[in-house]
């Protein structure tokens, strides 16, 4: 596609149940991460998945987090029970190679634990 | 751990001045990359300007330039005449061997 994908981009889901965020990365891009963005704050890294190798999963806060990249594509964010504090905007963002590349963004999935 | 801070969480300014914004870094890393990110009301976030740590000469893209100090560990931005649809929260990222980690941003305004 022209460009990074995120689906839905708002989700409103009750305490206690599990959501899925989808990413479709720009095609041929090898490099994708997950970020989370609290209202009017910073990007809190949470995830990075690089070519064949092994995830970076050192950002994800509680095991109630988890992500997968299918075929070196698509990526989905689960988050399972959620809280109200994972209330917060999730960025996804792709680039070429990974390492010192310009990322490109999607618009992001709107998450709101009610 | 590499760590990204920004000290000036709002910037406002008038429209055609000229605007810095401030960043500095922590790293025990000597090839690095830094780069600013720009983010609308849209929330889309748009790469603004890049520097590679091993180049000595500021990068500059059109009214933006940076100010890059590496033994300082700072990078700032600076806005030449500045218009209202550089109204946007900006981000200083920096990259070494490991992911991408962002500061906490400058929400700036540019005012008419």
């Known amino acids: 596609g022209a460009g990074v994908s995120q689906s839905p981009s708002n989700k409103v889901t009750e305490k206690g149940k599990d959501v899925e965020l989808r990413c479709d990365p720009i095609?041929?891009?090898?490099?994708l991460y997950w970020y989370r963005q609290s209202l009017g704050q910073g990007l809190e890294f949470l995830i990075y998945f690089q070519g064949n190798s092994a995830p970076d999963k050192s950002g994800l806060p509680s095991d109630r987090f988890s992500a997968e990249r299918t075929g070196g594509s698509v990526s989905t964010l689960t988050i399972q029970r959620t809280q109200q504090e994972d209330s917060a905007v999730y960025l996804c963002?792709?680039?070429?190679?990974?390492?010192?590349?310009?990322?490109?963004f999607g618009s992001g999935t709107q998450l709101s634990v009610l | 751990a590499q760590t990204v801070t920004q000290s000036q969480p709002e910037m406002s300014v008038q429209e055609a001045e000229t605007v810095t914004l401030s960043c500095t870094y922590d790293?025990?890393?000597?090839?690095?990359?830094l780069f600013w990110y720009k983010q609308p009301p849209s929330r889309q976030m748009i790469l603004v300007i890049r520097?590679?740590?091993?180049?000595?000469q500021n990068a500059t893209e059109n009214r933006f330039s940076v100010n890059f100090q590496k033994a300082a560990k700072s990078f700032s931005l600076k806005i030449s005449d500045s218009q209202l649809g550089d109204t946007a929260m900006y981000f200083c990222?920096?990259?070494?061997?490991?992911?991408?980690?962002f500061g906490q941003g400058t929400r700036l305004t540019i005012n008419p």
């Open positions: 990222a920096y990259q070494g061997a490991q992911k991408l980690v």
């Open positions: 095609s041929g891009h090898t490099a």
């Open positions: 520097q590679e740590a091993y180049k000595q």
């Open positions: 963002a792709s680039s070429l190679e990974g390492l010192n590349e310009k990322l490109f």
């Open positions: 790293t025990s890393e000597n090839n690095y990359y």
